[in-house]
């Protein structure tokens, strides 16, 4: 299930890519020149105060068990768990780009979405079923596809996780564009990455995408 994500998670999923703890912030208000000593060190400890509040907060929102995180901009993914990162690999991600049908009645946008997600389901050897979009592709291309090229074996490597809505995190063919944004949504990984990915994962795992 899809939980639209707020400013807060937005955040906690940011956190949970670069660790809660950050340098100098140079547009923090500084204090007044008069301050007087004690006056500052009050103040300083009312900050700290506040600070520890914000990343008990934090703590308590990023889960015990492994958790993926997936960065859209840089396009990588992690499992992490308690602060430890068990992977941190290369992936590919939603290509931002449009396909228009030749009638010009059905749009598609291949983006990555943002979000919290869940393992909704997990399969090995997955088939992937051609979807409208990928028939629409071949005839642009100018290729026919017969009927069976509609369900298609080893595509999506030997591991899918399923996140809904057609999204998923799979194995690629096309492991040299690793790092690039070439997909029509879904997370393509790498084979030794996809293959502790499966082994440190488990339907309900959460999986936070920003």
Not at 10 to 24: D, E, F, H, N, T
Not at 36 to 54: C, P, V
Not at 94 to 110: A, I, M, Y
Not at 157 to 167: C, F, R, S, T, V
Request: glycine content about 12%.
């Amino acid at each position: 299930m899809m939980l639209r994500i707020g400013a807060a998670c937005a955040l906690a999923a940011l956190l949970l890519a670069g660790g809660c703890r950050q340098g100098g912030d140079s547009t923090a208000p500084s204090a007044p020149a008069h301050m007087d000593e004690e006056a500052l060190q009050k103040r300083i400890a009312g900050l700290q105060k506040q600070n520890g509040q914000l990343e008990s907060r934090l703590g308590k929102l990023i889960p015990k068990s492994p958790y993926i995180v997936i960065n859209t901009t840089l396009n990588r993914i992690y499992v992490r768990k308690s602060g430890e990162t068990l992977v941190d690999g290369a992936c590919s991600t939603g290509s931002n780009t449009e396909l228009v049908s030749p009638d010009g009645t059905r749009r598609w946008f291949f983006s990555t979405p943002r979000g919290v997600f869940k393992v909704l389901n997990r399969r090995k050897n997955p088939v992937w079923a051609v979807p409208e979009w990928g028939i629409i592709e071949a005839e642009l291309a100018g290729e026919e596809l017969l009927p069976e090229d509609l369900f298609q074996r080893g595509v999506l490597g030997k591991y899918a996780l399923d996140l809904g809505h057609g999204y998923m995190i799979h194995g690629t063919l096309f492991q040299r564009f690793l790092g690039l944004q070439v997909t029509h949504g879904c997370v393509r990984v790498g084979d030794e990455d996809l293959e502790q990915i499966w082994q440190l994962t488990k339907i309900g795992t959460p999986v936070y995408i920003f």
